[in-house]
């Protein structure tokens, strides 16, 4: 392979920044463009629905990048949109038309909230994406709002727990039986509504939200059950779309996200995905996977480093995410859903303080921690080692 001349980076976040630090450290020397649609430098974004939103950090505080830029030797490019790729011709055009040729392409655009239907904008209704998202509403919450959270995935959870800190009304309304079931399943999401409810929110579960009312601003929430709920401050949490309306019509394949093979490579070889916005085949779980996690992101971008420089292997990971909410810290890792056999491992549902194993077709698949960190982190090594179910009951009674 001919050594690469210019890197182009799309998507100036968490994966783009980590991948363009990963590229330098595997001893890339071409030129190097990290892109971005934001205006801010790269900052890191599990701090948003907690210590910005509470006021424990400020803006300063969730930079991504410590070390000095210089090092990076990079051409950092912010407020700048890519629009096109045309991947025969090599080239990324920008909204106002300019071509950026590269002879490799990382895509790390990331995801966007999913919207509501049929809501139109009213004041006081907010979605949590971005550094100004959060700012946006930490302003809001300054003024003592009743606050409905439509959502009980983990950004939601998170943020209901730190407006609660803030000692705010809040309800916290999901559609599905439980929060946060996509990541845990309903066992362990009834766990999460629990501590909620212990917490002080009113926890409305398997109800959806008909409409989001007020003249000019928001007034009330309109529930499928038909009750309603007086609002000041609506935040949506209800999952993200991955960022491709650039890449259509690039001829990648795009299906919830870009389509990767096990190297993350989208098609081309020279062209990468990592972060949220990546869907790839993973041959560790023999599953196609789009994971919005942290670490992943981090993994990922490292993987397609990796690649783009001709060093690639199959990128097999355990997937793991942490959320925080109250002083609980919940962590997973693996696959942990309905149909899973569960075991609780250590401690218990009622303390709040537990290990809980999962298993899937015969192996140990997941773990989910509750203020238990060092145990979940020997667990996610005994998923990477692919021990069965049967080997993973026999280390849970060693
Ligand atoms: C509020 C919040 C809290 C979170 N908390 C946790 C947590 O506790 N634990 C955890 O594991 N994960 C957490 N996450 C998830 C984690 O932050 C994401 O998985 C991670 O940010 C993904 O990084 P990324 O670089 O792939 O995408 P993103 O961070 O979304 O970055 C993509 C970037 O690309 C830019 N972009 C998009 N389209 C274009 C374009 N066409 N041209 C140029 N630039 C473009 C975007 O503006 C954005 O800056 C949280 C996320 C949020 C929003």
Redesign the pocket.
């Known amino acids: 392979m001919a050594p690469r001349r210019h890197i182009l980076v799309?998507?100036?976040?968490?994966?783009?920044l980590r991948g363009c630090e990963a590229l330098r450290r595997e001893g890339y020397d071409g030129r190097l463009t990290l892109?971005?649609?934001?205006s801010h430098e790269?900052y890191?974004?599990?701090p948003?629905?907690?210590q910005l939103l509470a006021g424990s950090m400020q803006p300063a505080d969730v930079a991504l990048r410590r070390d000095p830029w210089d090092d990076l030797a990079l051409e950092l490019r912010l407020g700048?949109?890519?629009?096109r790729l045309d991947p025969n011709a090599r080239e990324v055009t920008l909204a106002g038309g300019e071509r950026v040729a590269y002879d490799g392409l990382l895509i790390?655009?990331?995801?966007?909230p999913r919207k509501l239907r049929g809501v139109a904008p009213l004041e006081g209704l907010h979605v949590?994406?971005?550094l100004d998202d959060?700012l946006a509403i930490r302003r809001a919450l300054e003024k003592g709002p009743r606050v409905v959270i439509v959502g009980g995935g983990?950004?939601g959870a998170?943020v209901a727990a730190t407006c609660r800190s803030l000692d705010l009304e809040v309800t916290l309304v999901e559609a599905l039986a439980q929060p946060c079931v996509r990541g845990l399943g309903e066992t362990l999401g009834a766990v999460v509504a629990d501590l909620h409810r212990d917490h002080g929110v009113d926890v409305r579960l398997g109800v959806g939200v008909q409409a989001i009312e007020g003249a000019g601003r928001v007034e009330r929430v309109r529930l499928d059950d038909g009750s309603a709920l007086a609002a000041d401050l609506v935040v949506v949490g209800i999952g993200v779309v991955p960022?491709v309306?650039?890449l259509e019509g690039s001829g990648l394949r795009l299906r919830d996200g870009v389509v990767c093979d096990a190297s993350c490579a989208a098609g081309p070889p020279e062209v990468v995905a990592?972060?949220?916005?990546a869907r790839w085949h993973n041959p560790r779980f023999g599953e196609e996977m789009r994971v919005?996690?942290?670490?992943?992101?981090v993994e990922q971008a490292e993987a397609c480093a990796r690649q783009l420089l001709g060093a690639g292997e199959p990128f097999a990971p355990v997937p793991?995410?942490?959320?925080?909410q109250y002083d609980r810290k919940l962590q997973i890792a693996g696959r942990v859903g309905d149909g899973d056999d569960l075991r609780v491992v250590q401690g218990s549902f009622e303390e709040r303080r537990f290990v809980v194993i999962a298993g899937r077709g015969g192996r140990l698949s997941g773990v989910v921690g509750m203020n238990r960190p060092a145990p979940v982190m020997r667990w996610k090594r005994r998923i990477a080692d692919g021990i069965s179910w049967e080997e993973a009951l026999a280390a849970a009674e060693a």
């Open positions: 799309v998507g100036a976040s968490l994966a783009g892109l971005g649609a934001e790269p890191d974004r599990p948003l629905s907690k700048v949109r890519a629009e790390a655009t990331g995801a966007t949590l994406r971005s959060a983990f950004i998170e960022e309306g650039w990592a972060g949220d916005v919005e996690h942290w670490t992943h992101a793991y995410v942490w959320s925080d």
